[in-house]
Nanobody, 127 residues
Framework: QVRLVESGGGSVQAGGSLTLSCAAS????????MGWFRQRPGKEREGVAA???????YYADSVDGRFTISQDDAKKTVTLQLSSLKPEDTATYYC?????????????????????WGKGTLVNISS
């Protein structure tokens, strides 16, 4: 049984940094992509960053240059480093993964296209 467990959320002031981690377990083989969605208050869930099984990455325009996604060598943890945070980054951040293409986290489309989800971690940015 696949499990994704997020950690690292919290409250920081604008301009600050946070690191989110997603610990993965139960995969029989490396997922096609893993990454992070976020859901801001009153908004739909949106893809933020993804990392693919071969190492390439995707970033939403709103976070490109400020967020960095990475995974450990064993590909059991995916980390999202958030910097230059803005109040509009306030959201619940969800880790997600998909076994096979497409990776809707990167391509857009119905978020139900992702196979696995964590429960989310809250990030609150104060101005």
């Amino acid at each position: 049984q696949v499990r994704l467990v997020e950690s690292g959320g919290g409250s920081v002031q604008a301009g600050g940094s946070l690191t989110l981690s997603c610990a993965a377990s139960g995969f029989k083989y490396n997922p096609y992509c893993m990454g992070w969605f976020r859901q801001r208050p009153g908004k739909e869930r949106e893809g933020v960053a993804a990392i693919f099984s071969r190492g390439s990455t995707y970033y939403a325009d709103s976070v490109d240059g400020r967020f960095t996604i990475s995974q450990d060598d064993a590909k059991k943890t995916v980390t999202l480093q958030l910097s230059s945070l803005k109040p509009e980054d306030t959201a619940t951040y969800y880790c997600a993964a998909v076994d096979d293409p497409p990776c809707v986290l990167a391509t857009g489309g119905n978020v139900r296209g992702m196979d696995y989800w964590g429960k989310g971690t809250l990030v609150n940015i104060s101005s």
